[in-house]
């Protein structure tokens, strides 16, 4: 009785009211909400229980996994195992027009398994899956990687659905906490458009409120698209010494401005010239090495 009253009260708090369909590589932003997130931390599990996926000790192997949302929707992962124990874990979290598979060759280079490296999938227009380009990592260097596609968006997006997307997110966090062989203090969100904006208010959300810890967040081309305003979000990760860092192009003009809104210790802005939005920044070309910006931060927490 408790769960079913918690689900409902859960119903009235986050609905969301559907936004007209994107027209471009996301929708516009949305009106910003003057309210904030929750701060209790991870909401309880509902009575949807996730798959139990099975990771012989050792076993370096990806696993497909479903889990369910903080409203009971069930979600479709991959877990990639850290090729060491007491790992930091990754949740990478995707854009509006793509699913989790954007992350496909950048979660297995994050693993770093031996033996393993990610497909050579030379894909012009797709260099984040062309792992040829990709900084070779340090031996002694694996994390845990989780990727989840959001609800309705198996083949890209269909509708906006802000408040159900920040609850997908927050349950992916608890997901990757759940998962073996994980550092409960060195969780890391990276997200890219409404991926981005759901790593920070997800790390808001959760760090450092409960056992698990979110150490940072980055974001690859915000806009507020969650409804959740993201300099306050930041703003509030920074004063709680949770560093954040943000990369846009000039030309994409609400990312560069999200981007260019804080002003504090402990946030770092990368603005490079040019459109590229999102996943497409992860480009050899870019002035930037995301990749390269990814690592430097995980390998501080190991």
């Not at 793509?98 to 994050?110: F, R, S, T, V």
């Not at 033996?115 to 984040?128: G, L």
């Not at 760090?207 to 979110?214: G, N, T, W, Y």
Request: aromatic fraction near 8%.
């Amino acid at each position: 009785m408790k769960k079913a009253a918690f689900l409902f009260i859960a119903c009235l708090l986050f609905a969301g009211c559907d936004a007209p369909n994107a027209l471009s590589l996301e929708p516009s932003p949305p009106a910003i909400e003057s309210t904030t997130p929750s701060k209790q931390g991870l909401i309880a599990s509902p009575a949807i229980t996730a798959t139990e996926p099975a990771i012989p000790v050792g076993s370096l192997e990806p696993v497909a996994l479903t889990f369910p949302s903080m409203d009971g929707e069930m979600l479709s992962g991959t877990y990639y195992p850290p090729a060491k124990s007491n790992a930091p874990v990754v949740v990478l979290m995707h854009q509006y027009d793509m699913n989790q598979h954007e992350w496909d060759a950048i979660a297995l280079w994050l693993q770093n398994a031996p033996q393993k490296t990610p497909a050579q999938n030379p894909v012009p227009s797709s260099p984040w899956l062309d792992a040829s380009w990709f900084p070779t990592l340090p031996a002694d260097f694996s994390v845990g990687v989780l990727t989840f596609t959001f609800r309705t968006c198996d083949n890209g997006c269909g509708k906006h659905l802000p408040a159900e997307w920040l609850l997908d997110a927050e349950a992916a966090m608890g997901q990757a906490a759940s998962m073996p062989g994980v550092d409960l203090t060195s969780i890391v969100p990276i997200g890219t458009s409404i991926g981005a904006d759901a790593a920070v208010d997800a790390c808001n959300l959760t760090a450092p409120r409960s056992s698990l810890r979110c150490a940072g967040a980055m974001s690859l081309s915000p806009g507020s698209y969650l409804n959740m305003e993201y300099q306050k979000t930041v703003q509030e990760l920074v004063d709680l010494g949770v560093p954040v860092l943000c990369f846009a192009s000039e030309d994409d003009a609400p990312s560069a401005a999200a981007c260019q809104s804080v002003k504090a210790e402990g946030f770092t802005a990368s603005v490079d010239p040019g459109l590229a939005h999102g996943i497409r920044m992860v480009d050899p070309k870019q002035k930037t090495n995301v990749l390269l910006e990814i690592y430097d931060f995980l390998s501080g927490l190991q």
